[in-house]
């Protein structure tokens, strides 16, 4: 079994629509907090996309690990509530489409699944917005889980370090 020691952060989202840039948000918090600590673990990187499929593909590709943080939409809406799914390339289901873009992060995962350019290990946060509409700015609600969120995507980050370091079981 090959282990893939980079791991890949990636922010999906756009800025310009309000609650839709929270995974920039989180991605830059990620760096902020990296700045105060002296770095990320070695191998990680952390990277911004609008969300294309073949652009998020060619970010984790060859990762042990990524995490991907971008927005979602629910019906009824809980905004600021925080979904995280899971997957394994030994385990190609289809996650389903909780992206606010007009292709999301399932059929990425499909895609990649198919050209057999998955990461190691998928985690996908995806937070559930209250206003996509044009404009700058997260709403109260999704403002309030970026900084949580960024801890939890280090803890991913730490967990997935030390599962590698002690090796398959």
């Known amino acids: 079994m090959v282990t893939h020691a980079r791991i890949a952060v990636i922010g999906v989202g756009n800025e310009f629509r309000r609650d839709d840039g929270v995974g920039l948000a989180v991605a830059a918090r990620l760096l902020e907090r990296a700045?105060?600590?002296?770095?990320?673990?070695?191998?990680?990187v952390v990277a911004t996309c609008d969300g294309d499929p073949a652009r998020l593909i060619g970010?984790?590709?060859?990762?042990?690990?990524?995490?991907?943080?971008?927005?979602?939409h629910a019906e009824p809406?809980?905004?600021?509530?925080?979904?995280?799914?899971e997957l394994d390339a030994?385990?190609?289901?289809?996650?389903?489409?909780?992206?606010s873009h007009g292709l999301g992060l399932g059929e990425a995962v499909e895609l990649a699944r198919v050209l057999g350019r998955l990461p190691g290990h998928l985690v996908v946060y995806a937070v559930e917005g209250a206003d996509?509409?044009?404009g700058a700015g997260l709403t109260p609600a999704v403002e309030g889980v970026v900084e949580p969120?960024?801890?939890s995507v280090e803890d991913?980050?730490?967990r997935h370090r030390a599962a590698t370091a002690k090796g398959p079981s």
């Open 35 to 44: 700045e105060c600590r002296d770095a990320l673990p070695a191998g990680t």
């Open 59 to 72: 970010l984790w590709e060859g990762a042990g690990l990524a995490v991907v943080v971008d927005a979602a």
């Open 149 to 151: 969120l960024a801890a």
């Open 77 to 85: 809406g809980h905004p600021g509530l925080v979904h995280r799914i």
């Open 156 to 158: 991913e980050i730490i």
């Open 90 to 99: 030994e385990r190609p289901a289809q996650p389903p489409t909780t992206s």
């Open 132 to 134: 996509t509409s044009v």
